[in-house]
């Protein structure tokens, strides 16, 4: 009997579970699928946004958008156009409940557990293809797959110690990946982003102005320390940077804010005989909130667009 046995919703990022389907299910095949799926979350950063994993008597699909992968596991004779469908359904479902932002912040695993409802009531209607909406367009999701077919993992490679970072655009074309390239996009901007920038640029050209004050007082006095014109500069270029690597994508990305972080906080102990504190604590306080929304922003999934 071909039907859907479980979904999951997955954070792209880490592989963290915000929701999934209760499961009775305890046969063998399921409990070795189950291990596959925590493999598949683990990697899918890596992945192109469709993908079809064959394991036997049973098939994973899933889909990736907005830093979300929803993820299912059904027969290996249910209908790809109609898994596909039931995806679909799940991440505008999930799209319209939930704000990117939580998803984004969440800590707890399973912490939108309640979506488990929606995933079982839809779960219900696909696996009584009777009960289906007539509204559904299969003919226009048919000719999607058929333009662009899912990526078809192999068990093989799921194994492999060096995992997917074989697959290439040009091995999947047509297919958006969401690891992230020299090119890809992130996630559009918030307001607490915007802020962040702006306060980042403005920490920026007060350590320029001083850094230029701090060079004429040397010219005029030679007993003037040039460590602190250093210090003033290394303070806006840190700064500039976290503006760079807010808004483009680069490898390490993270790594690299907190680094940058460290670096305004040396620049920052060094000058604490020529700030006050308050001065000091705002300089601190905003390398502190713009490398938080530099790890918010994370890279942007390319949106499936099923027609459905």
């Keep these: 009997m071909s039907m859907i046995l479980s979904a999951s919703v997955v954070r792209v990022r880490d592989g963290l579970p915000l929701s999934a389907s209760t499961d009775y299910e305890q046969s063998t095949g399921m409990q070795e699928c189950r291990k596959y799926f925590k493999m598949l979350s683990k990697k899918l950063s890596q992945l192109p946004d469709r993908c079809t994993l064959k394991t036997g008597q049973y098939n994973i699909n899933f889909i990736s958008s907005l830093g979300v992968s929803y993820m299912m596991l059904c027969t290996e004779n249910y209908p790809s156009v109609l898994a596909f469908c039931f995806l679909d359904e799940l991440q505008k479902e999930f799209i319209t409940t939930y704000n990117m932002m939580k998803t984004n912040t969440a800590i707890r695993p399973y912490c939108f557990i309640e979506f488990d409802n929606f995933i079982q009531r839809t779960k219900q209607r696909y696996n009584n293809t009777r009960s289906l909406s007539t ?3 299969l003919a226009d999701m048919q000719m999607e797959i058929k333009l662009r077919p899912p990526y ?6 799921l194994g492999s110690p060096n995992g ?3 697959v290439s655009v040009g091995e999947y074309k047509g ?3 969401i690891s992230a390239a020299p090119h890809q996009r992130l996630e559009p901007v918030t307001l607490p982003g915007i802020v962040s920038f702006v306060l980042s640029l403005l920490c920026g050209a007060l350590n320029l102005i001083r850094g230029f004050h ?3 007082s040397l010219l005029q006095n030679e007993g003037e320390d040039f ?8 303070g806006t270029a840190a700064c500039l940077y976290q503006c760079y690597l807010f808004v483009y994508y680069t490898g390490w990305r993270n790594a690299k804010s907190f680094l940058t972080f460290g670096l305004i906080c040396l620049c920052n102990m060094y000058l604490y005989e020529l700030r006050n ?3 000091l604590f705002f300089h601190v306080t905003v390398g ?4 938080l929304q530099i790890r918010l922003r994370q890279p942007q999934g390319k949106s499936p667009d099923y027609n459905v």
């Design 288 to 291: 502190a909130f713009s490398t």
């Design 227 to 234: 460590s602190y014109v250093i210090a003033f500069f290394l």
């Design 277 to 279: 504190l308050w001065q």
């Design 175 to 177: 297919t958006g990946k």
């Design 152 to 157: 078809q993992i192999s068990v093989s490679e």
């Design 135 to 137: 509204k559904m367009n």
């Design 214 to 216: 701090a060079i004429e």
């Design 164 to 166: 997917f970072a074989h």
